[in-house]
């Protein structure tokens, strides 16, 4: 709403008094007004106007001596005399000016010309002519005669003078210049050159003036803005314009000083000078224009202080009111979102996730609550503050305050509703809860413990005292519940209340018939019998006394309802127990399918749902205008592969777990059989942050407001994007539930089967959100085998150059770097925390090095710290010190590596001996010639010596048997140094192994795997291991003098056992061998260090 700016009064006048002034200056419009334009007119000096004054005061205007004055053009004539009156001020022009005529060398012909001349033309007022008449003798009696015929034809007083003594009885010599006989000094360049300065500055002055008029003007007719860009950019023009007419100002102020100081030169020279008056008028003009300039300055800032101070306030308003749209726009969104959020709950989990939701509403609309709230602050301010706008921006202060205020209280009554729903939640997990753990108490009752009195009366009061502790658990009265809680019960809350109600009275009428059994076992007298066991033939045709201890000690663990009727001592009554405790796990395992079975089904609908209700409606021309540009062709990445998993749900999935309905214990294999298509949700969840991204941009689009109000749906279209991630981990969570219910039943060892395999899909796809984050490996990911694990770990590095060990810069300070184990290399990434919410938080991992598996060795317990070990390849000629965040994280990586490294051996491995049953045979004392290290730094240098005594005798035929043995690629060939093998002992998959079951003098003979231990054995010395019978042990290594190096896999305790004693003392386990060496080549072995650490050392081809 443009309004127009009011000009001050007072700048306006200065400026109209300053343009008459100007004026005043320059005279009319008719004859020139500049010496500027008559100046080589001015220069021919046939007038001038010396500044001197006759006794009245009438200006003195001179003709000097000037013999071509007759052949002066009319026009030129006109213009110098037309000049010259103009330039005294109008009082003293009115008087009347005394021209003085000098022809005293001149005739009397010239003298009448010029006089007739004069009388004819001249401007201006006379008062007096004087004449000094020529002085010859013929011409002087010529003009005194001829003058008296001639007076009247001049028609001005004219005095004819024949000496400048006779002048000065006229005019004083004071007002008279040298020439005529006067003290007067007169410069004629001087004269011209002040006149122009002064009519310059006049001039400087009067545009100066019209300009500050014309920019008053048109500032008074402004219309102010209705945006804020172009008020801002009106302010800045103006301001422009401001500070141009200020620097005109300045200009003409400075130049109007100089000019006086001109003006004042004489008198600065000599104190005494005496000013003509045209010189004093000069001067007093000059001062009367700078003392204007400066009234008009003054009078300019005082109007542009107005004029800005209001564009401001403009400035503000339209700020204002800009600022109260958008607020009012995010106000309204925040309103629409709160009335369109549902606070209904089905679960404590669902509750806790709803307010949780409701939280990070409240969090946005605070946001925006507190924006509000201050632009109503800074609304107060501008009125406080005297604002031309007040009527517009009070009413909207008070729209502010009372938007928030609604908004305030729809959040708190929203919160209130929520929490009460979860302290109904819990109200009715409590009361759940105690039935469970009732039904668990009266199933963990052993029977045999009831049969006795005693152990009756204790079952009883175990029973009682849990029965008192109902009133703190359970709900007592169901109309109070449903009264105290009738704002946020809903259909489905309370069929979960009379769900409840109708367990606990199931729980409680157990507990009753429980009671009444007891208390008839604890009244009975029962007389010493001897105890007897039940006969063979009475059991149950179904199951063996072995099957009911198993059933029974299922029960105790799981926490199934038991429920005992009679302590009688006979199979039958057993068998009864385990019925109704078996009859108790059926119920369970019926709940958890159904409840499989209704959120599959509900699930698909909700898939379906999504599918036709927003990804379908993206193709629906009628909804296109809807779309925004940046939703256009990006349903695959808003929706993933959602289409493939409804498909698979809906037409396989959900009719197989169908099929299982009425056998939940076998469900398992259904997950088993669909594993692999299980996987499909990896692709789902790696695309998840995309699809997220991509929602947080179009979220408030019109498009999707459109669908979830067609679907009448209470939530966004992000919470049903969020379903199969949440399906994919429900699925764990029923199977656990199932697994707990279905112990010692067919079918158990499939659910823990499928419980490892979604959890393994679980882990595949946390691990595969890490690796698609991974940038600047130049390589393709997929071609280094699966990704087995990955963490964040602090590394050191340390090289070996020549004989030294260099480590890096960060030799104190340790690199924090992510690892990726897959099967064929390890990454080295550095972990980048990203900005944003949600997804957009995920780190991202920029790649640094890698380490080929085949060329890789461990030491699994690095010096200093039991968190730490060691990663190396070419002879520890690269080391990585790993230090895990904790010593569980660091035994789960040294496992697995050891894994992999133990699976390429055998692979090796089995190449080799595959290769050699294609070769010849190896004589038996081939078998000697194979080096191993002593599990004791002190011993290297002894059994290295064994070694080259043993090579030194190998015999011919071992020889060409170990020459003719096949180099391997592939594998490492690096050869290992003494400083090597006494530092770090061990082994890794860089070795070039081969296998050769040696021989005992028996017969009998041994090589590395796991075995079981038959009988005991004690250790004999410090350095050897004592195992028992039933222990599991793995044989690493044969050592010398008939010793094997052994790990006993249930202690995890390692040292050496004779092979004497090994061979009576074990049995092969199922398990496959681990790691051998035996053959012509180095293989490589399990040992211990001087500090006891495990080592994975590479070595390859060391020849005799």
């Not at 898939?607 to 256009?632: F, K």
């Not at 947080?696 to 969020?722: I, M, N, P, T």
Request: glycine content about 6%; charged content about 25%; overall charge negative.
């Amino acid at each position: 709403m443009g309004g127009q700016l009011s000009v001050p009064e007072d700048p306006e006048r200065s400026l109209d008094v300053l343009s008459t002034i100007s004026d005043d200056i320059m005279h009319g419009e008719d004859g020139p007004r500049c010496a500027a334009e008559i100046g080589s007119e001015l220069q021919k000096q046939f007038a001038i106007l010396p500044g001197g004054r006759g006794m009245n005061g009438s200006p003195v205007m001179v003709f000097p001596e000037f013999p071509e004055f007759s052949e002066l053009e009319e026009e030129e004539f006109q213009s110098v005399l037309g000049y010259l009156t103009s330039v005294p001020s109008v009082a003293a022009s009115g008087v009347g000016f005394i021209l003085v005529i000098d022809r005293r060398l001149d005739r009397w012909a010239a003298v009448r010309a010029t006089l007739l001349r004069i009388a004819g033309s001249f401007p201006g007022n006379l008062h007096l002519v004087l004449v000094l008449r020529p002085t010859t003798l013929f011409q002087r009696t010529l003009s005194d005669f001829l003058f008296k015929f001639n007076r009247d034809e001049f028609k001005m007083k004219v005095v004819m003078l024949s000496s400048v003594t006779e002048l000065h009885a006229y005019i004083d010599p004071g007002q008279l210049t040298t020439e005529l006989g006067g003290t007067q000094e007169y410069c004629h360049e001087s004269w011209i050159s002040h006149r122009t300065a002064i009519e310059a500055f006049a001039l400087m002055v009067k545009t100066t003036a019209q300009t500050l008029q014309a920019f008053g003007t048109e500032l008074a007719e402004t219309e102010l803005p209705n945006d804020a860009e172009a008020t801002t950019n009106l302010l800045h023009t103006h301001t422009l314009k401001k500070d141009t007419m200020k620097e005109d100002l300045q200009v003409a102020l400075s130049q109007g000083g100089r000019l006086l100081d001109c003006i004042n030169e004489p008198l600065q020279t000599d104190p005494e000078y005496s000013m003509t008056h045209d010189e004093l008028e000069n001067l007093a003009t000059v001062q009367r224009l700078l003392g204007q300039l400066d009234e008009t300055e003054t009078a300019f800032d005082d109007f542009w202080e107005r004029h800005r101070t209001k564009l401001e306030q403009c400035l503000q308003l339209r700020h204002f009111e800009q600022h109260f749209r958008e607020v009012r726009a995010q106000l309204d969104v925040t309103s629409e979102r709160l009335s369109g959020f549902s606070e209904i709950s089905v679960s404590p989990a669902h509750a806790e996730h709803v307010l949780r939701e409701l939280g990070g509403h409240e969090d946005k609309a605070c946001d925006v609550l507190d924006r509000a709230l201050s632009l109503s602050s800074e609304g107060d301010r501008l009125i406080e503050n005297s604002h031309y706008a007040e009527d517009s921006i009070r009413p909207k202060c008070s729209e502010l305050r009372g938007v928030c205020e609604e908004i305030s209280a729809t959040l708190r009554s929203k919160k209130n509703l929520l929490l009460r729903a979860m302290e109904m939640h819990h109200a009715l997990e409590k009361a759940s809860q105690w039935c469970e753990e009732g039904i668990f108490l009266l199933a963990s009752q052993p029977v045999d413990r009831c049969q006795s009195q005693d152990g009756a009366e204790a079952a009883l009061q175990e029973l009682e005292r849990y029965l008192d502790t109902a009133p703190l658990h359970t709900l007592a009265d169901r109309s109070a519940i449903c009264c105290q809680y009738e704002s946020v019960l809903t259909t489905q809350l309370r069929d979960q209340v009379e769900r409840v109600f109708q367990k606990q009275g199931s729980v409680q009428e157990m507990f009753e018939k429980r009671r009444i059994s007891l208390k008839k076992l604890a009244a009975k007298q029962t007389r010493p019998v001897q105890p007897v066991a039940p006969r063979p033939e009475v059991k149950s045709p179904h199951s063996s006394p072995n099957q009911q201890r198993k059933e029974r000690r299922y029960s105790a663990d799981n926490a199934i309802c038991k429920k005992v009727e009679s302590p009688l001592h006979n199979g039958s009554t057993r068998h009864a127990s385990l019925s109704e405790e078996e009859e108790n796990l059926a119920v369970l395992r019926r709940h958890v399918m159904n409840e499989l079975l209704e959120t599959e089904r509900a699930y698909v609908e909700e898939l379906l749902c999504v599918l036709e209700g927003y990804a379908a409606e993206m193709d629906n021309p009628a909804m296109a205008p809807l779309i925004p540009s940046t939703l256009l062709s990006k349903k695959d990445v808003l929706f993933g592969n959602m289409s493939e998993i409804y498909q698979f749900h809906k037409r396989t999935f959900l009719k197989e777990l169908e099929a299982y309905t009425d056998y939940p214990e076998l469900v398992g294999r259904c997950f088993l059989e669909r594993m692999k298509d299980l996987q499909i949700y990896e692709a789902y969840c790696q695309n998840k942050p995309r699809s997220e991204s991509l929602w947080r941009q179009c979220s408030d689009c019109a498009f999707f407001q459109e669908c979830q109000k067609k679907l009448e749906h209470k939530l966004g279209l992000d919470s049903y994007l969020l379903k199969p991630v949440q399906r994919i981990t429900k699925y764990q969570l029923l199977l656990k539930e199932l697994l707990k219910y279905s112990k010692g039943r067919d079918g158990c060892d499939d659910l823990q089967e499928a419980l490892s395999s979604i959890l393994g899909i679980l882990k595949a796809v946390n691990d595969s959100m890490h690796l698609i984050a991974i940038t600047g490996y130049e390589g393709n990911l997929s071609e280094l085998g699966r990704l087995l694990m990955q963490g964040s770990f602090s590394v050191w590095t340390e090289h070996k150059k020549g004989h030294a060990k260099v480590k890096d810069l960060a030799r104190f300070k340790p690199m924090q770097r992510h690892l990726f184990l897959h099967e064929k290399a390890l990454l080295f990434c550095k972990r980048r925390e990203e900005n944003g919410e949600g997804y957009e938080k995920a780190p991202s991992y920029s790649f640094k090095h890698s380490l080929s598996m085949s060329a890789v060795g461990i030491t699994e317990n690095a010096k200093g710290d039991n968190k730490k070990f060691e990663i190396w390849c070419n002879s520890r000629d690269e080391v990585f010190i790993v230090q895990a965040p904790t010593q569980e994280i660091k035994t789960a990586w040294v496992n697995e590596i050891r894994k992999v490294l133990t699976q390429q051996l055998k692979a090796c491995r089995d190449a080799r001996q595959q290769k050699n049953l294609d070769s010849v045979s190896l004589s038996p004392t081939s078998s000697s010639t194979s080096i191993s290290l002593s599990p004791f730094r002190s011993n290297g240098q002894k059994n290295q010596k064994k070694q080259d005594e043993k090579k030194a005798e190998l015999s011919p035929t071992s020889d060409a048997n170990s020459s003719s043995s096949p180099k391997h690629k592939g594998w490492s060939k690096t050869s290992l140094s003494v400083d090597a093998s006494e530092e770090n002992d061990g082994y890794s998959s860089g070795e070039d192994p081969m296998n050769s079951d040696p021989e005992d003098d028996g017969g009998k003979k041994l090589a590395p795997g796991k075995y079981t231990v038959v009988a005991d054995c004690e250790k004999a010395g410090p350095q050897e291991l004592s195992v028992k019978s039933g222990d599991v042990v793995q044989l690493i290594r044969e050592g010398e003098d008939g010793q094997w190096f052994v790990r006993n896999l249930r202690s995890s305790k390692e040292g050496w056992v004779a092979a004497a004693n090994l061979l009576s003392l074990i049995s092969e386990s199922k398990s496959s061998q681990s790691l051998s060496s035996s053959d012509g080549s180095v293989s490589g072995n399990l040992s211990t260090s001087s500090s006891c650490s495990e080592t994975y050392t590479s070595y390859s081809d060391i020849k005799p």
